[in-house]
T-cell receptor, first 116, second 111 residues
Framework: DSGVTQTPKHLITATGQRVTLRCSPR?????VYWYQQSLDQGLQFLIQ???????AKGNILERFSAQQFPDLHSELNLSSLELGDSALYFC???????????????FGSGTRLTVV | EDKVVQSPLSLVVHEGDTVTLNCSYE??????LLWYKQEKKAPTFLFML????IEKKSGRLSSILDKKELFSILNITATQTGDSAIYLC???????????FGKGTKLTVNP
């Protein structure tokens, strides 16, 4: 157990639907990162939150949004789902901020999203 | 834009072989380079290399960083079937905390 908790582990939904993926960071970590991993693209950065505020944004689609709550857990919302959104979605956490020594992330076990 | 390129993309070896995985990192402001191992699900941290720590070793795995060329290799000696995984190389982008990942090298070790 890495200390980063993601739910659900698997999700199957239809095109056009909306889903919410949840992540609880490791205790003491203030930064949460969301990544999408598909077979041909590898790990693609979506968005980072630090202590409740958006810190960095990647190639995140407008249909996707995220937030980090006061208790530091984060949610990634995916709407108007398309077949191409099927992927593994990872959450990772780190200390973040000026205290981050670049030791890298701790990853959750991911949510496998299948859009049918 | 910062970029991480790994090679080869795929590698099949027999148990006992030694393998070398490559990672080149194009970055404007180098701070560190990281290696991860991804088996079935979550990537797990292997090594971090920085200007002050250009060589790391753990058991049969070792990694070296050429900071001048921004190139790193990951060596695995006496490979075992349990080493079968995707090996990812990553680095922080610019002055941010976000990591840019390469596409990975899929290593398959056959008995």
């Amino acid at each position: 157990d890495s200390g980063v908790t993601q739910t659900p582990k698997h999700l199957i939904t239809a095109t056009g639907q909306r889903v919410t993926l949840r992540c609880s960071p490791r205790s003491g970590d203030l930064s949460v990162y969301w990544y999408q991993q598909s077979l041909d693209q590898g790990l693609q950065f979506l968005i980072q939150y630090y202590n409740g505020e958006e810190r960095a944004k990647g190639n995140i689609l407008e249909r996707f949004s995220a937030q980090q709550f006061p208790d530091l857990h984060s949610e990634l919302n995916l709407s108007s789902l398309e077949l191409g959104d099927s992927a593994l979605y990872f959450c990772a956490s780190s200390v973040g901020g000026s205290r981050d020594k670049g030791y890298g992330y701790t990853f959750g076990s991911g949510t496998r999203l299948t859009v049918v | 834009e910062d970029k991480v390129v790994q090679s080869p993309l795929s590698l099949v070896v027999h148990e006992g072989d030694t393998v070398t995985l490559n990672c080149s990192y194009e970055v404007t402001n180098f701070r560190s380079l990281l290696w991860y191992k991804q088996e079935k699900k979550a990537p797990t941290f292997l090594f971090m290399l920085t200007s002050s720590g250009i060589e790391k070793k753990s058991g049969r795995l070792s990694s070296i960083l050429d900071k001048k060329e921004l190139f790193s290799i990951l060596n695995i000696t006496a490979t075992q079937t349990g080493d079968s995984a995707i090996y990812l190389c990553a680095g922080p982008q610019g002055g941010s905390e976000k990591l840019v990942f390469g596409k990975g090298t899929k290593l398959t070790v056959n008995p």
